[in-house]
Every structure is written in C-alpha cells, then in structure tokens.
Nanobody, 115 residues
Framework: QVQVVESGGGLVQPGGSLNLSCTASGTIRSIYDMGWYRQAPGKQRDWVAL???????NYADSVKGRFTISRDNAKKTVYLQMNKMKPEDTAVYYCKVNFRLNYSWGQGTQVTVSS
C-alpha cells in the first residue's frame, strides 16, 4: 500500500508565499514523475506543475515565474513553493505521484489567498 500526504496549505494574503509538501510512503520501488494539481470550487482539476525523475520541470502558464516545484528523492517528497500569490490561486491542491505501473493521489490541502 502506498500513501501520499500533502501538507502546508493555509490562508495567505495576496502577494504572500506558501510552501506545500507531499510525501509518499509505503512499499515503493521507484518514483517517476511527481506533479501538483489544483481544483477551485465548481471547476475541474487543473495541472499546475510537474517534475520528472531527472529533475526536469514544467509549469502551467498561470503559475510560471511564481511557483517552483522541487523534489527530494531520499525523502520521497515533492515541494511546491508558491510566491506572489493571487486570489485566483485559491483551490485545493493535490499531489500526484507516478510509479512504474500506476499512480497515487493525495487527499489535497486547501490554499486560500485572501486579504
């Protein structure tokens, strides 16, 4: 069994920063890509950022230049540093961890950007 758990969400003012973490645990041989997604109320879940096993990164246009994804393979953890946050960044943020034959989602962490 594999568990994926996100943390680090909360309330932040516009222009502020948050750092999300996502850790995979359980019987894991190797982790491939790791990604972040978000889902605002009443909207579909959208892709935010991706990091490959060789640390190549890619970002949605809406967060490019403001968000940074990184990973620590020894800790089986992926991070999302969010800077210059905007109200439209408000959403539940989900982590997706890809393995060789399948993938797992975390339960999500709420991020609210509001004054």
């Amino acid at each position: 069994q594999v568990q994926v758990v996100e943390s680090g969400g909360g309330l932040v003012q516009p222009g502020g920063s948050l750092n999300l973490s996502c850790t995979a645990s359980g019987t894991i041989r190797s982790i491939y890509d790791m990604g972040w997604y978000r889902q605002a109320p009443g909207k579909q879940r959208d892709w935010v950022a991706l990091i490959t096993s060789d640390n190549s990164t890619n970002y949605a246009d809406s967060v490019k230049g403001r968000f940074t994804i990184s990973r620590d393979n020894a800790k089986k953890t992926v991070y999302l540093q969010m800077n210059k946050m905007k109200p439209e960044d408000t959403a539940v943020y989900y982590c997706k961890v890809n393995f060789r034959l399948n993938y797992s989602w975390g339960q999500g962490t709420q991020v609210t950007v509001s004054s």
